[in-house]
């Protein structure tokens, strides 16, 4: 309770008490030795005083006892004793005379009346019987000490001896009246100055007095009254001085003696000494209290500095410091509380960088951050809610939530702010899509996720809200694109399929029949050639309105890309003759319709369709199935001559099963590297081989070594023959590299075939130069073999491929020369260096004489160009003597060689070397 009471107090009054605690024992044992020391000396005052008291009335007593003895001898004179008034004794005068002290000495009867008188004055006329001190005279017989009182004779204050005369007859006194003031002189002529002497009778009247006795004898005292013996006091005497007092009675007598010794006399040294101690304590007292001050002058002062500086920071100068100075422990509070400020301000600052941070994070953010306490009101609006909801961050601090949500949210709003600090798990931290109110009064939709902290007891909320409009526009525009087809707006595969299976299960249910049609529009691919893809374009959204004009409302037109459209036919009739026919109607109605001439900008364009189609019932196909089934059928009818419909085939089935097998099989042969080379020979009109020309095989695990012709159709369709074509020239070049390092075969050109699709690439003419920088082989040696086939395509772009590869030094040769329909003047136009008789006509040029003009034909019509003519499939020596008769100087064929593998050519051309050159 008390130490409570005390940590209330300030440290300096805390120091104050503290100095007050240590140093009042000490005034408390200095007062308590003083106050033994005064005891002591009063002690030893009142036995002085005593002795004094004591001493003077032995004093008194023995000057009394003398006169006493003297009256007894002049009583017992005769003269005395006789009282005889004529016969005084002389002895009474002289007595007197040698007495001073005494006034006069006179014989009374024992009625008072004077009988002898031998005065120095004359004899009282007063009446002595009435006074005490007579009367006990003349009863007791003893002398006797009257009080003290104004002599009659003398005017003096007298105190009178009375001494019986020894005359029992007469009886009769000797009266003696000491003079007072004599006595005084006599008694107390030794008596220190201040020290006071009181003789006081037993009226209390002073007789004797050592000081001023002629002021004082005759008073009355006050304090004489209640004195007993060895009584000691202390007294303001009559010269106001206070004294110790003590008295003693005056043996023999009724006075008392008082003495009294002067207090400040007594207490002098004590009183010094007193004053020293004291005025010592207060100054020990004062040193204490002002060394307690100045210590908290130097504990307090720093703490103010201290309580100073806090405050400074409190007032937000945080970059303050506290002096280090003061005691050792201020100083380390000192210390300490400066390195908390700079703790303080780093955790500030690193705060203020992550507030920072924090709100430029806020402010860059695409989405809305709003944050709001528990009664809705905007407290934090970042820019990206400002740029969704038109509000400046001025304009809607301070205002409810619910300005920023529509009807009828908004009304609700306090309910769902109720909702969310009661059952906030359903609500807090779980997106949710709802609707959002701008300024402008433009609903859209948003994405809000609501989160909850609690930030000293006081509930914030904080809103993320994303702009979800464009979320809704793209998801929009992906569902477009994903169930149609940009550029026709009718449904797409994916959509096909979704109909397709909702259309089976219909059917399954209601057993009607359902058709599947596949369509593609015939020569399509040369009217994008031909007239470029915008008009292709064109064509296709004609052609894709002009379907759905013919189908019902329930059925379905899609388009699954390029010109390929496919019509799902619904709720046809359960019978399947009555939903063929009823199919056909509608084939019929697509072919009139589709072969319509369009008018595609100038243009006007006739395009007939080819239709496959394939009846379902029930959901017992998968819709690749039924796609395939409608493909192998307009197959069919392409087959048929194109513009016309057909119904699927399950032989044609069969075929396109195994197409697909083929192009499977294809596929993993070429991954599995399963393509070899072989080269046949080319052989000039003396017989020496001037070169060969590559022909590729396809070593199949199963078949064997195939044959192109099995194949390259198929890798042609499938683009298979992009990088296999790649491939063949690359690895005739490293052969024919390998060639030009053997002396036989160094001049050996190298023809290589190149199909069609491989020459119309984009980057055929860096292909080639890539092969030719890859092996280092001579361009020049390097005949590349076009078909005829080729040539009706976009003849500037070959002229121009075939220009740039010349400049390189590589020759062309066109094959098959014979079989195609290469105009004359496509034919002038291109850098051709070489004509190749087709084997067709070499075969048979013996026995069918067309055959054999046609060559020679050939052969002028090469010439004529300056091209040289080259013949193939020379089987036998006629051939070769007929083909060299009309002017062919250049052969090929199993005459001269068949197809030989590398290593198999080399052997048969240098046996010897042919292991060193194998490759
Ligand atoms: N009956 C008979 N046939 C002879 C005779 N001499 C040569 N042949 C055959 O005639 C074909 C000549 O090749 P091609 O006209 O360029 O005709 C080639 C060529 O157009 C194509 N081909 C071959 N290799 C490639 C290639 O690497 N790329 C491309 N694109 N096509 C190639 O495949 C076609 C067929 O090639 P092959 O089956 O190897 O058939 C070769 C060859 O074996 C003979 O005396 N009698």
Request: glycine residues 6%; negative net charge; contains cysteine.
């Amino acid at each position: 309770m008390m130490i409570t009471s005390l940590q209330r107090l300030s440290i300096r009054i805390q120091l104050f008490l503290l100095t007050l605690a240590i140093t009042l024992p000490f005034v408390v044992m200095l007062g308590l030795f003083l106050n033994h020391e005064l005891k002591q000396l009063h002690k030893e005052a009142y036995a002085k005083v005593q002795i004094i008291a004591n001493n003077s009335a032995s004093d008194i007593a023995s000057r009394l006892h003398r006169y006493q003895q003297t009256l007894l001898r002049i009583a017992s004179r005769p003269q005395v004793k006789a009282l005889d008034p004529q016969h005084c004794d002389p002895l009474l005068k002289e007595f007197v005379q040698l007495s001073p002290e005494f006034t006069t000495l006179s014989l009374r009867d024992k009625n008072a009346q004077p009988i002898c008188s031998y005065l120095s004055q004359p004899p009282s006329t007063r009446q002595l019987e009435q006074f005490p001190w007579f009367t006990e005279a003349i009863q007791t017989q003893h002398f006797t000490l009257g009080d003290a009182d104004v002599g009659s004779s003398s005017g003096r204050w007298v105190a009178v001896l009375a001494q019986p005369v020894f005359n029992p007859a007469l009886g009769g006194l000797l009266i003696l009246p000491l003079d007072l003031l004599k006595f005084s002189k006599d008694v107390f002529h030794s008596t220190p100055a201040q020290t006071i002497i009181t003789v006081i009778d037993q009226r209390n009247i002073i007789a004797l007095h050592s000081g001023d006795a002629a002021t004082w004898i005759g008073q009355k005292t006050k304090y004489t009254t209640s004195a007993r013996p060895n009584e000691l006091s202390i007294i303001k005497n009559e010269d106001g001085i206070s004294r110790l007092n003590s008295f003693a009675t005056v043996p023999g007598t009724k006075w008392r003696v008082f003495a009294g010794i002067p207090e400040a006399e007594v207490f002098a040294e004590y009183t010094q000494y007193l004053w020293y101690s004291l005025t010592l304590s207060i100054i020990f007292l004062i040193l204490a209290l002002l060394l307690a001050w100045r210590i908290s002058i130097f504990i307090i002062q720093p703490i103010s500095r201290l309580v100073r500086t806090a405050r400074q920071v409190a007032e937000g100068d945080t970059h303050t410091r506290a002096s280090v100075d003061g005691p050792l422990e201020i100083k380390a509070v000192a210390k300490q509380f400066n390195g908390m400020l700079d703790a303080w301000q780093h955790s500030e600052a690193v705060r203020y960088d992550s507030a920072l941070h924090t709100q430029t994070i806020l402010d860059n953010m695409a989405d809305a951050v709003i944050t709001i306490n528990q009664r809705g009101i905007i407290e934090s609006f970042n820019q990206a809610a400002s740029a969704i909801f038109g509000y400046s961050h001025a304009e809607i601090t301070g205002k409810n939530i619910s300005l920023l949500m529509p009807e009828p949210h908004r009304s609700h709003h306090d309910s769902y702010l109720q909702n969310y600090q009661s059952s906030e798990a359903r609500i807090i931290g779980v997106p949710r899509e709802v609707e959002g109110l701008r300024k402008n009064g433009q609903l859209f939709p948003m994405s809000l996720s609501v989160s909850k902290i609690n930030l000293t007891g006081r509930i914030t909320f904080i809103g993320l809200i994303r702009d979800i409009t464009q979320n809704r526009e793209n998801e929009q525009e992906i569902r477009r694109l994903a169930f149609y087809d940009p550029l026709t707006g009718l449904a797409n595969r994916r959509l096909l399929a979704d109909r397709l299976r909702q259309a089976m299960i219909t059917s399954a249910r209601n057993g009607q029949h359902g058709a599947l049609m596949f369509l593609d529009l015939d020569h399509f691919k040369q009217l994008n050639d031909n007239l470029g893809h915008d008009l292709g374009d064109l064509l296709l959204q004609q052609v894709a309105e002009r379907l759905q004009n013919c189908v019902r409302e329930g059925d379905s037109v899609a388009r699954l890309g390029g010109d390929e459209f496919v019509v799902l036919l619904e709720e046809l009739s359960t019978n399947p003759h009555e939903a063929v026919t009823q199919t056909e109607l509608i084939a019929s109605k697509i072919l009139e319709e589709l072969g319509l001439p369009y008018a595609l900008n100038e243009h006007v364009y006739s395009s007939t369709p080819s239709i496959g189609i394939v009846l379902f019932l029930e959901d017992l196909e998968s819709m690749e199935e039924l796609l395939k089934k409608a493909d192998v059928a307009m197959y069919q009818a392409k087959s048929a001559g194109r513009n016309t419909a057909r119904f699927f085939d399950p032989v044609m089935q069969a075929a396109a099963a195994a197409h697909d097998e083929s192009v499977r099989d294809l596929r993993r042969g070429f991954a599995g590297q399963e393509f070899v080379l072989q080269y046949q020979v080319q052989v000039d009109n003396n017989g020496e081989i001037t070169g060969a020309e590559a022909l590729v095989r396809w070593n199949h695990p199963e078949r064997g070594l195939v044959a192109p012709l099995e194949f390259i159709p198929l890798a042609e369709e499938t683009g298979i023959i992009l990088p296999l074509g790649q491939w063949v020239l690359e690895t005739a070049c490293n052969q024919l590299h390998q060639w030009s390092l053997q002396p036989l075969t160094a001049n050996w050109s190298m023809a290589v075939n190149v199909s069609a699709l491989q020459f119309t690439q984009a980057n055929f003419v860096e292909h080639v130069s890539y092969a030719l920088k890859k092996t280092g082989v001579n361009p020049r040696k390097l005949k590349l073999e076009l078909t005829e086939s080729m040539l009706i395509d976009d003849i500037e772009d070959i002229i121009d491929k075939m220009n740039h590869l010349k400049k390189q030094g590589v020759s062309f040769s066109l094959d098959d020369f014979g079989t195609g329909y290469s105009s004359l003047s496509n034919l002038k136009q291109l850098p051709l260096d070489q004509l190749k008789i087709d084997q067709s006509f070499v075969q048979d040029i013996m026995s069918d004489p067309s055959d054999a003009i046609i060559a020679r034909a050939i052969i002028v019509l090469g010439h004529s160009l300056g091209l040289k003519v080259i013949a193939e499939g020379v089987e036998t020596q006629e051939q070769r003597d007929f083909l060299m008769v009309i002017g062919c100087v250049a052969f090929q064929g199993n005459y001269f060689g068949k197809p030989l593998f590398a290593h198999e050519l080399n052997m048969q051309t240098d046996p010897g070397d042919a292991a060193a050159s194998s490759i």
